[in-house]
């Protein structure tokens, strides 16, 4: 129709580069691929509506999700703060059901970051993805920059849950996104804590309100 009348349609990719996808696909992580893309295609929303804002990823482990959002901050020419102390969520230390003795370093402790900077640089990532690493809740709390896109994905304990919304929510710009993983409504599809301690904070303090979902991916717009 637009090609009858003479028009040549440009319509940005909201696709991850297949390249990258193949990367991120490679990478040891927690991010389904549906929910990666749902994830890439917010954050460029989020990136054209409020450009030139940075966006923060909390909980990086080994850059899987990184990648998508990396891939994101280079097309808009913003930085991606990727935030993780890097020693594994409660779930992943050894004896628990998400324990990978393969990230285990020489002292005996989980490291993901050097799986988090290969990761990176594979990509080609480096120049719009900044590592902060160290504990989420003091990083925001001295956070300075609104931000137009904040990826929740850290601890699942309910007080590592509520502290990151507390340290987080309030650093996205009106008109900014908050994307929240792992929430699940019902008790018997997985923890409660990211949908009782920060989905349904955010929307209930009339800050936030619903844009999307895609599996346990939820998507809420900062209006207030
Ligand atoms: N987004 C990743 C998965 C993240 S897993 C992916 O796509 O695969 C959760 C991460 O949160 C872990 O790497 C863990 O080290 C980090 N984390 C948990 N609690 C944290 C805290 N209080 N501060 C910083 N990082 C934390
Ligand atoms: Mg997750």
């Given at each position: 129709m ?7 349609a ?5 696709m991850?580069?297949?390249s990258?996808?193949t ?22 929303n989020a990136?054209s509506?409020l450009p030139?804002?940075p ?11 990184t990648v ?5 901050a ?6 991606l703060?990727?935030?993780?102390h890097?020693g594994?969520?409660e ?11 393969e990230?285990?370093?020489a002292?005996g402790?989980?490291?993901t ?25 003091e ?10 896109f904040c990826?929740?994905?850290?601890g699942?304990?309910r007080?590592?849950a509520?502290?990151d ?8 710009a009106v008109?900014?996104t ?6 699940f409504?019902h008790?018997e ?11 349904l ?7 936030f ?8 991916l ?7």
């Amino acid at each position: 129709m637009l090609a009858e009348l003479g028009w040549i349609a440009f319509v940005p990719p909201v696709m991850l580069d297949p390249s990258l996808r193949t990367i991120a696909l490679s990478v040891k992580g927690f991010m389904p691929e549906q929910e990666g893309d749902a994830l890439f295609e917010a954050a460029t929303n989020a990136c054209s509506l409020l450009p030139h804002l940075p966006m923060v990823e909390v909980g990086s482990y080994c850059g899987r999700s990184t990648v998508w959002l990396g891939a994101v901050a280079k097309a808009h020419d913003v930085v991606l703060y990727a935030v993780d102390h890097h020693g594994g969520s409660e779930e992943n230390q050894a004896g628990w059901e998400w324990h990978d003795p393969e990230l285990v370093n020489a002292a005996g402790r989980i490291d993901t970051l050097p799986f988090f900077r290969e990761t990176i640089r594979r990509a080609a990532l480096v120049d719009h993805v900044r590592e902060c690493v160290g504990d989420s809740h003091e990083i925001g709390r001295t956070w300075s920059q609104p931000l137009s896109f904040c990826f929740v994905d850290g601890g699942h304990g309910r007080n590592v849950a509520r502290g990151d919304y507390l340290a987080w929510a309030g650093h996205v710009a009106v008109g900014g996104t908050l994307a929240i993983h792992d929430v699940f409504e019902h008790p018997e599809d997985g923890g409660q804590a990211p949908y009782e301690e920060i989905y349904l904070p955010a929307v209930r303090s009339g800050r936030f309100v619903d844009v999307s979902h895609c599996g346990s991916l939820r998507i809420v717009r900062r209006m207030l």
